[in-house]
Each structure stands twice: as structure tokens, then as C-alpha cells.
Nanobody, 119 residues
């Protein structure tokens, strides 16, 4: 069982930056593809960025160039650096871990951290 704990959310003005962290415990972190999702109230959770176990990254189009996902396997932590934040980036941001084990897909979610972009 993997536990994911996000941190780093908060209130920031438009144009500002935040760095989110997700600390994992209880599993072999390096085996997992790690992602950040976000969700507005009443909306579906949407993928923001992914970093694979091999270190490849992928971003949703509107975040490309503003957000950077990275991981430190020695610290069992995945990060999301968010720059030039916009009010539309306001959401709860969730950490997600995924791997395939045999015939099964194994996924875990954190509880989320609130990001609010407002002047």
C-alpha cells in the first residue's frame, strides 16, 4: 500500500509561482509513473502532467512551458513547479501513482492540496 501526501498549495497572485510536492511511502517509488491531476468543484479531475518511472515527462497542452514535473527517487518525492499562474489554475491538485503489476493496474491517490490563484 502506497501513501501519497501532497504539500505546497496555497494562495498566490496571478503571475506568481508555487512548488507542489508529493511524498510517497509504503512502496517502491521508482517503479511508479507519477502524475499530477487537478479538479475544480463540479468538474472532472484532469491530468496536468506525468513523469514516468524512466523519467519521461508529458504535459497537458495549456500547462506546457509554465509547469515542470520532476521526481527524486532517493527522496520518494515528485514535484510540480508552477510558474506564471493564472486564475484558471485554481483547483485542488492531486498526486497519482500508477504501475502495472502482472495483469493488474495499481493506482494510488493523495488527498490533494488546494491551489488558489487570485489577486
Amino acid at each position: 500500500q502506497v501513501q501519497l501526501v501532497e504539500s505546497g498549495g496555497g494562495l498566490v497572485q496571478p503571475g506568481g509561482s508555487l512548488s507542489l510536492s508529493c511524498a510517497a511511502s509504503g512502496g517502491i517509488f521508482s517503479l511508479y509513473d507519477m502524475s499530477w491531476y487537478r479538479q475544480d468543484p463540479g468538474e472532472q479531475r484532469e491530468l496536468v502532467a506525468t513523469i514516468t518511472s524512466g523519467g519521461s515527462t508529458n504535459y497537458r497542452g495549456s500547462e506546457k512551458g509554465r509547469f515542470t514535473i520532476s521526481r527524486d527517487n532517493a527522496k520518494n518525492t515528485v514535484y510540480l513547479q508552477m510558474n506564471n499562474l493564472k486564475p484558471d489554475d485554481t483547483a485542488v491538485y492531486y498526486c497519482h501513482a500508477y504501475r502495472i503489476a502482472g495483469d493488474a493496474e495499481v493506482t494510488y491517490w493523495g488527498k490533494g492540496t488546494q491551489v488558489t490563484v487570485s489577486s
